[in-house]
């Protein structure tokens, strides 16, 4: 067999330089794509904060895993209605929960609509304010929360360890920026819709220390903004419908969006 030296040598250290250069080539990617991605959320979060007004309808889907490590998606649809600083309306119809939150700045209505009974809390304050209390205080989350408050991007962008930008996905008929990202606790991915309003169109949370990996994700439809939306914060009870404390409410149905019979288990 006749070999040729400086053939091998040549064409090894060819390969090796054109190892060193796709490395180099992906890692330039990977930092072009982080800093994309980032800039693309900032600016959903820009036109989100600068929105006055703002309306949309949603589906939204939250996993439970069973002890026999089935994973079971809990459906719901829903409307948010939002006017800055300190007003909000919203609805969440699922097969166990007809729940409706309206607050005017002062005052939070939660009414359920299947018992036909409501809670009011002064939680006086912003928009912001109410977030932060409802799932600190209350345990009771809005619908895309992260996404209504005036610093989204900060909110999100807490403690984020990756980054990456997987290029463009259609939702709903709207062409989007498909982003994930990462953190110590979960996993996140954002479709925004492309163009003049970088709006969210759709948003996951996988959790990464639960087994199974359950998955909290939420759909936009029918996106309005300013003059385009018509909303009442005002609560007007319904016929019949009782005041109750939030200690009175023992039927988890009444108000949330995990059953009573379902209970929350441990982290892995």
């Known amino acids: 067999m006749i070999e040729f030296p400086r053939l091998k040598n040549a064409t090894a250290g060819s390969a090796l330089a054109l190892a060193l250069v796709l490395v180099t080539a992906a890692s330039s990617d990977v930092r072009a794509g982080e800093v994309e991605a980032k800039n693309l959320l900032k600016a959903m979060s820009d036109y989100m904060a600068a929105q006055k007004a703002m309306s949309f309808e949603y589906d939204a889907n939250l996993e439970v895993v069973a002890k026999d490590g089935q994973k079971i998606a809990l459906a719901s649809s829903g409307t948010v209605a939002l006017s800055r600083p300190d007003k909000i309306r919203t609805t969440r119809i699922g097969g166990f929960a007809n729940v409706e939150t ?43 929360a992260d996404l209504l408050l005036s610093n989204a991007y900060d909110q999100l962008m807490s403690d984020v360890i990756e980054v990456k930008d997987l290029g463009s996905g259609v939702i709903g008929g709207a062409e989007c920026d498909h982003l994930a990202f990462r953190n110590r606790e979960v996993d996140w991915q954002i479709w925004i ?44 009870a319904p016929t019949g419908a009782k005041k109750v404390e939030l200690t009175d409410i023992k039927n988890a149905d009444e108000l949330d969006e995990l059953p009573s019979h379902y209970a929350r288990g441990a982290t892995q």
């Open 102 to 144: 309206v607050f005017d700045g002062k005052m939070l209505t939660l009414l359920g609509k299947n018992a036909n009974v409501y809670v009011q809390l002064d939680v006086p304050g912003t928009v912001d304010h109410l977030i932060d209390e409802l799932k600190e205080k209350y345990h009771r989350p809005l619908p895309a």
């Open 193 to 236: 819709a492309q163009g003049d309003h970088p709006y969210p169109c759709r948003f996951v949370i996988t959790s990464t220390l639960v087994a199974g990996g359950p998955q909290y994700s939420i759909q936009v439809r029918n996106w309005k903004t300013g003059g385009e939306i018509s909303a009442d914060f005002t609560f007007k």
